[in-house]
């Protein structure tokens, strides 16, 4: 079965700092992935998704993720982090863009942003 | 504004009780989905619609069933509250790959 790990529990960064954050699948192909986020007592965000292409991906509020095969990973960027980040960070993979296509979510990264 | 709407937002059960949570999307999706979220450990699935008229068991079902009542509506009943099904449950809808859209969430305590 696909599995999605996401090391780090808790993450703190200085506003300003650059934060990254790791994700790691488990799949014996590429899979569909998908960074979302969650502020406080809200749903989720999309905050970028990878099908194919170009293994570098631009989301939105200036974060980035970086594909990369040979590690399984799907690792999310921001290169300075504003106090409004502060929220957990959920990795998630799919196995196809079929109808009723299931995602499967990593446990969560959240992140404290330090004045 | 167009999204998914979860009704009720908070909810506090007795052990034993029944309950239906409601989900309704207005982009026309074709897939829709309930989450529930438990610290650590994600989201997991618990059931799925790929379409009007389907439902198909997800991660952890036991305890539940859903009802897909047309294509906007897409209900979660709580037959027997136990405190095991403590937990923020989300609803989503998908259309292509153009992502999956959540709800705000239901925190639904069971005492």
């Known amino acids: 079965a696909q599995s999605v790990t996401q090391p780090d529990i808790h993450i703190t960064v200085s506003e300003g700092a650059s934060l990254e954050l790791r994700c790691n699948y488990s799949?014996?192909?590429?899979?569909?992935l998908f960074w979302y986020v969650q502020s406080p007592g809200q749903g989720l965000q999309l905050l970028l998704k990878?099908?194919?292409?170009?293994?570098l991906v631009q989301g939105i509020k200036g974060f980035e993720a970086e594909f990369k095969r040979s590690q399984s990973s799907f690792n999310l960027r921001k290169p300075s982090v504003h106090w409004s980040d502060a929220a957990e960070y959920f990795c998630?993979?799919?196995?196809?863009?079929?109808?009723?296509?299931?995602?499967?979510f990593g446990g969560g990264t959240r992140v404290l942003v330090k004045p | 504004n167009a999204g998914v709407t979860q009704t009720p937002k908070f909810q506090v059960l007795k052990t034993g009780q029944s309950m239906t949570l409601q989900c309704a999307q207005d982009?026309?999706?074709?897939?829709m989905y309930w989450y529930r979220q438990d610290p650590g450990m994600g989201l997991r699935l618990i059931y799925y619609?790929?379409?009007?008229?389907?439902?198909d068991k997800g991660e952890v079902p036991n305890g539940y069933n859903v009802s897909r009542l047309n294509k906007r509506e897409f209900s979660l009943r709580l037959e027997s509250a136990a405190p095991s099904q403590t937990s923020v449950y989300f609803c989503?809808?998908?259309?292509?790959?153009?992502?999956?859209?959540f709800g705000s969430g239901t925190r639904l305590t069971v005492v």
């Open positions: 989503a809808s998908r259309a292509g790959d153009y992502g999956y859209t």
């Open positions: 799949y014996g192909a590429t899979p569909y």
């Open positions: 990878y099908f194919s292409g170009d293994t």
């Open positions: 998630a993979v799919a196995l196809s863009k079929a109808a009723g296509n299931k995602l499967t």
């Open positions: 982009m026309n999706h074709n897939s």
């Open positions: 619609s790929a379409s009007e008229g389907t439902t």
